[in-house]
């Protein structure tokens, strides 16, 4: 299976700034299609999982635009340009790309 | 708005057979544009992606569980289901139901997830 590793674990962060974190994929995500199958998902206390990114950058419906996706073959990023008390959560990456899909281990957003 | 739910027990004996179902409204799992997913969620593994079922009833299960696992459709109940079979405590977990854009094999990452249901696995 594809390997897929966050860092940090936790991401202590002051509300109004930026916060980043790293998804790296143990393989290369590039289908032969040329697309890439990297999504990233936000799960706050007590809820499900939500798609915020799909296909590395795109942004879903009524995701806030402080919300950024980027990287190629292996490396991942995703941004959050102000952090507002609603970001507070565990995000994940998934890889869609190899069989069978896989997350990354998550990453927990807290307030300072 | 499409909405899932699951159902089942949420407590099941080692050695028997878990067993869930996902109920979807506000859409069809009819649309080929999707395919049908389960997901689970444990603290030592995190989230691990179960497999999957197709409209047309075609399936795909992850290699680590597929000797054991079941995914079916009922189009007419419009809903899905998730057999796993001789359970034992590592298949505790919360299971969700999710919707997936994708084609064979690529995921374009689930857009609609269940509320998720606690499944624990003792005697």
Known sequence: DVVMTQSPLSLPVTLGQPASISCRSSQSLVFSDG???????????????????????????????????????????????????????????????HWPSSFGGGTKVEVK | QVQLQESGPGLVKPSETLSLTCTVSGGSVYDGSYYWSW????????????????????????????????????TSKNQFSLKLSSVTAADTAVYYCARVPGVDILNFGMDVWGQGTTVIVSS
């Open chain 2, 39 to 74: 997901i689970r969620q444990s603290p030592e593994k995190g989230l691990e992606y179960i497999g999957y079922v197709y409209y047309s009833g075609s399936t795909r299960y992850s290699p680590s569980l597929k000797s054991r696992v079941t995914i079916s459709i009922d």
């Open chain 1, 35 to 97: 697309n890439t199958y990297l999504s990233w998902f936000q799960q706050r206390p007590g809820q499900s999982p939500r798609r915020l990114i799909y296909k590395v950058s795109n942004r879903d419906s009524g995701v806030p635009d402080r919300f950024s996706g980027s990287g190629s073959g292996t490396d991942f990023t995703l941004k959050i340009s102000r952090v507002e008390a609603e970001d507070v959560g565990v995000y994940y990456c998934m890889q869609g790309t």
